[in-house]
């Protein structure tokens, strides 16, 4: 019980440092659903994602801008893992911070689509695909004003077993404050 407390803990630093980046920041704040999947089995995704203002990167047509997430993922009923330690019936919330870059400038017909990493921790218990209190989470997007289309992937890395890791289809629905 104790490291979902500490993932818990962790979840609420995330969201109290997005609220605490400064508020005339351009932010673009998105709610994302989808399906998730371990190995081949489905379970529904939701996410709430602030994207903030973009600075670039030196002289380069790269630019990033810092990305803060809270998503839950259902947990699945599913019979071989019914003995399994860590099973499959938890849902689990995730809290993650990092960054999303772009290549490119407005009006270039590439520069809607995105790259994002984040380091994320999780809340709600341990299953076969999300078995750590810490994960690294993986977009590539594409994002067009106020709607999104992503890929996503969550996992450990290996760093600890089991790592079925999640893979997700996300649509976004979003608006800039």
């Known amino acids: ?4 407390r500490v993932a818990l803990g962790i979840v609420a630093a995330l969201s109290l440092s997005a609220a605490a980046l400064p508020a005339t920041a351009e932010t673009h704040i998105e709610v994302q659903g989808g399906r998730s999947y371990m190995d ?3 379970t529904n995704a939701f996410f709430i994602e602030s994207v903030f203002d973009a600075r670039q990167i030196g002289a380069s047509r790269f630019t990033w801008s810092p990305d803060v997430s809270i998503g839950y993922i259902k947990g699945r009923d599913i019979g071989r893992y019914e003995d399994s330690h860590p099973g499959v019936t938890n849902n689990v919330w995730v809290g993650a ?6 290549y490119g400038v407005d009006g ?4 809607p689509f995105f790259f994002s990493f984040q380091l994320a921790g999780t809340a709600g218990g341990r299953t076969q695909a999300l078995s750590s209190g810490y994960e690294f989470v993986s977009t590539l997007g594409w994002q067009w004003k106020n709607i ?3 890929v996503r992937h969550i996992s450990n890395g290996s760093f600890k077993e089991p790592n079925r890791g999640e893979t997700m289809g996300l649509v976004g629905i979003g608006f800039d404050i």
Do not use: V
């Open 40 to 42: 081949s089995h489905g």
């Open 1 to 4: 019980m104790r490291s979902s």
């Open 97 to 102: 911070a990092g960054a999303r870059l772009h």
């Open 148 to 150: 999104s289309f992503q």
């Open 108 to 111: 270039d017909w590439y520069h």
